[in-house]
Each structure stands twice: as structure tokens, then as C-alpha cells.
């Protein structure tokens, strides 16, 4: 069974910094998309950063600049580096897993959140002004 659990979140006021996890059990594929999403209170949910297991990653535009994704050498946990946090990034944060999408030669991360299976419960992060 796949697991993922997220911690790190927290209250911060703006300018400041969190780092979120994700630690990840039970994927067995040799290739991976990891990701991060969000979701505000009456709002869709929304991708934030993933990583490939190729290392390539990929940004919102929102947060391009802002925040990092990574993973450790395991591969067994994801991290967001959060980094100069605004009030509209307040949102309950998920990270999401899956195997990649393939095209012309090359494996990429899916940026629908209906397009992954796994999923953690979230953690919160509340950014004040």
C-alpha cells in the first residue's frame, strides 16, 4: 500500500520560510512523478512543484524563484523549500505520487491533480501579512 505523510507546515508571517516533507512508503514502480499541490479554502486544487525521478523538476509560476523541490538519495522522501512566503500561499499542501507520463523520449510529471492516485492527508500552512 502506498502511504504519504506531510509535515512541516505551519504558521508563518510573510517573508518567511517553511520546509515541508513528504515521507513516501509502498511505491514499488522504478519510475516516479512526485509532486506537490495545494488547495485554499474555496478554491481548485492547483499544482505547485514535482520532481521526476530523472531529477527534472518543475514550477509553478507562482512560486517559481520562490520555492525548491528535492529529494534525498533514498528517494524516500519529498521536500518544498518555501521560501519568501506569501499571504496566497496559505493552503493546505499535499504531496502526490505516480509514475510518469512518457512522451517523444522523454518522462514527464502530469500537472492535473485528477491524474494522481496517491495521496497524502495535507499539512497547513497559513502565511499572515
Same mark, same amino acid.
Not at 56 to 62: P, Q, V
Given at each position: 500500500?502506498?502511504?504519504?505523510?506531510?509535515?512541516?507546515?505551519?504558521?508563518? /508571517?510573510?517573508? #518567511?520560510?517553511? !520546509?515541508?516533507?513528504? *515521507? +513516501?512508503?509502498?511505491?514499488?514502480? $522504478?519510475?516516479?512523478?512526485?509532486?506537490?499541490?495545494? /488547495?485554499?479554502? #474555496?478554491?481548485? !486544487?492547483?499544482?505547485? *512543484? +514535482?520532481?521526476?525521478?530523472?531529477g $527534472?523538476?518543475?514550477?509553478?509560476?507562482?512560486v517559481?524563484?520562490?520555492?525548491?523541490?528535492?529529494?534525498?538519495?533514498?528517494?524516500?522522501?519529498?521536500?518544498?523549500?518555501?521560501?519568501?512566503?506569501?499571504?496566497?500561499?496559505?493552503?493546505?499542501?499535499?504531496?502526490?505520487?505516480?509514475?510518469?507520463?512518457y512522451?517523444?523520449?522523454?518522462?514527464?510529471?502530469?500537472?492535473?491533480?485528477?491524474?494522481?492516485?496517491?495521496?497524502?492527508?495535507?499539512?497547513?500552512?497559513?502565511?499572515?501579512?
Open positions: 500500500q502506498v502511504q504519504l505523510v506531510e509535515s512541516g507546515g505551519g504558521s508563518v /508571517q510573510s517573508g #518567511g520560510s517553511l !520546509r515541508l516533507s513528504c *515521507a +513516501a512508503s509502498g511505491y514499488t514502480y $522504478s519510475r516516479y512523478c512526485m509532486a506537490w499541490f495545494r /488547495q485554499a479554502p #474555496g478554491k481548485e !486544487r492547483e499544482g505547485v *512543484a +514535482a520532481i521526476a525521478s530523472d $527534472s523538476t518543475s514550477y509553478a509560476d507562482s517559481k524563484g520562490r520555492f525548491t523541490i528535492s529529494q534525498d538519495n533514498a528517494k524516500n522522501t519529498l521536500s518544498l523549500q518555501m521560501n519568501s512566503l506569501k499571504p496566497q500561499d496559505t493552503a493546505m499542501y499535499y504531496c502526490a505520487v505516480r509514475p510518469p507520463l512522451y517523444s523520449g522523454r518522462y514527464s510529471c502530469p500537472k492535473d491533480p485528477a491524474d494522481f492516485r496517491y495521496w497524502g492527508q495535507g499539512t497547513q500552512v497559513t502565511v499572515s501579512s
